[in-house]
């Protein structure tokens, strides 16, 4: 299923932001090399929601039981974005949201990733921090931030660790 949403993206048009209201835009195809001046390219939500199989993996009886026990209320879908992600691809470092930060959409919320592409070691995976939805915790990991840029990615689990291993549990 992976495959067919990636092939099913792969020729359709992309816009130079995470968001579309964030770009020019412009729709550019994923190859061309003005795409990758930008650090996202995001789809248009018409060819997102014509996707095969996103709508049904969202609506997916399992991972809406586990949603619903992990929030303690029924969940409902919001929002939905595929984007692509050219960190290396920038001059510049990395920028909102390709570093640490701690997403705020609501009282309550979940987000669910579905990755299109292989990553290796070293490729900025997508990690969660434990405890991270803890105002307490998120506050000693956000005072470490700078310092975790500049960390090897072994060096980063290492502080991780620290920084919510010892917490108290919650």
Known sequence: QVREIRDYF???????????KNSDGLPRSLADPVTRQHRNACYHPSDIMSAPYLLEIANDP????????????APTLYSINVWWSFASQTSSGPGYGQSVHRDNDD?????????????????????????????????EALKANARFLALSPNEKSDLISQLFDNSSDG
């Open 10 to 20: 792969l020729p359709k048009p992309v816009y130079g932001a995470h968001l579309i």
């Open 62 to 73: 399992f991972i809406l039981k586990m949603v619903e026990s992990y929030l303690g209320c």
């Open 107 to 139: 009282y309550k919320f979940c987000t669910v990733f579905i990755y299109l592409s292989d990553l290796e070691d070293g490729d900025g995976a997508h990690m969660y921090l434990p405890k991270s939805h803890r105002d307490d915790t998120i506050y």
